[in-house]
């Protein structure tokens, strides 16, 4: 399946992973659009995809909280977003401190951003893949889902109902042409986990012995928007990690 001229949304586009996708699915002719909630990082980042030789192709930004409910409402609503082929749900923030310790306003955040982001994002966009009959749902988990994380226990909760999240509603829309997956990335080289691997150590726990590219999770969203009968995927791409 060829993603020449398809539409995509991706919020969480203006950096690392989300950015990532969002820079292959270009340079695949996909037009894509870049969600996110800080504007200028969004202009430098959209300025970056590949425009190729299709002078119809526009990539666009749309800055907004994707936690709230009225920044899915307008762009959903936006006449440059009466189709959406491929939704990529990336956004995320995360976590580095105790249950007890961590604030209630930053829990409010986590699941705001990590979880309803996603929740918003399907629910809003999936009525308009109803109606063409057919488009992808791509979102973006983490291995901590299911193997859970000593100071990131609200981030790994919130991820794992992005996991359980996508699996009910592959449930619901396969009947409509409309595929539900979603990746489990383990540690890979982004601004969220710079000076993690300091020192090597975390290294040394993946089988693999390095972290992992936003590039390399790239081409995992790129295998599950162009095969046609990937639906309800849960695809680790971890390093092995996940088998330690």
Same mark, same amino acid.
């Given at each position: 399946?060829s993603?020449?001229?398809k539409?995509c949304i991706v919020?969480?586009?203006?950096?690392?992973i989300?950015?990532?996708?969002?820079?292959? /699915?270009a340079?695949e002719g996909?037009?894509?659009?870049l969600?996110g909630?800080d504007?200028?990082?969004?202009?430098?980042?959209?300025?970056t995809l590949?425009?190729?030789?299709?002078?119809?192709?526009?990539?666009d930004?749309?800055?907004f909280?994707?936690g709230?409910?009225?920044?899915?409402?307008k762009?959903?609503?936006?006449?440059?977003h009466?189709?959406?082929?491929?939704l990529?749900n990336?956004a995320?923030?995360?976590q580095?401190s /105790?249950?007890?310790?961590?604030?209630?306003?930053d829990?409010?955040?986590l699941?705001a951003t990590?979880?309803m982001?996603t929740?918003?994002g399907?629910?809003?966009f999936?009525?308009?893949?109803?109606?063409?009959?057919g488009?992808?749902?791509?979102?973006v988990s983490?291995l901590?889902?299911t193997?859970?994380?000593?100071?990131?226990?609200?981030?790994?909760?919130?991820?794992?109902g992005?996991?359980?999240?996508?699996?009910s509603?592959?449930?619901?829309v396969?009947r409509f042409?409309i595929?539900?997956?979603v990746?489990?990335?383990?540690?890979?080289k982004?601004d969220?986990t710079?000076?993690m691997?300091?020192?090597?150590?975390?290294s040394?726990l993946i089988?693999?012995?390095?972290?992992?590219?936003?590039?390399e999770?790239?081409e995992?969203a790129? /295998?599950l928007a162009?095969?046609s009968?990937?639906?309800n995927c849960?695809l680790n791409?971890?390093?092995g990690?996940?088998a330690?």
């Amino acid at each position: 399946m060829s993603l020449a001229g398809k539409q995509c949304i991706v919020s969480g586009g203006s950096r690392g992973i989300g950015l990532a996708i969002a820079r292959l /699915f270009a340079a695949e002719g996909a037009a894509c659009t870049l969600v996110g909630r800080d504007r200028p990082r969004l202009d430098t980042a959209v300025k970056t995809l590949e425009r190729g030789d299709d002078d119809t192709l526009q990539h666009d930004i749309s800055c907004f909280d994707v936690g709230t409910v009225n920044g899915w409402e307008k762009l959903k609503a936006s006449t440059k977003h009466q189709n959406c082929d491929i939704l990529v749900n990336a956004a995320g923030i995360s976590q580095n401190s /105790f249950l007890f310790a961590t604030k209630p306003s930053d829990l409010d955040a986590l699941i705001a951003t990590n979880l309803m982001g996603t929740v918003w994002g399907c629910k809003y966009f999936v009525p308009k893949m109803m109606k063409q009959k057919g488009g992808c749902i791509i979102n973006v988990s983490s291995l901590l889902a299911t193997h859970g994380g000593r100071g990131a226990s609200v981030y790994a909760a919130s991820k794992a109902g992005v996991v359980a999240l996508t699996r009910s509603l592959a449930w619901e829309v396969g009947r409509f042409g409309i595929r539900a997956n979603v990746l489990l990335p383990g540690y890979v080289k982004t601004d969220m986990t710079e000076g993690m691997d300091a020192n090597g150590e975390l290294s040394a726990l993946i089988p693999m012995g390095r972290l992992g590219l936003d590039t390399e999770v790239a081409e995992a969203a790129l /295998f599950l928007a162009t095969n046609s009968y990937a639906h309800n995927c849960v695809l680790n791409i971890d390093g092995g990690l996940s088998a330690t």
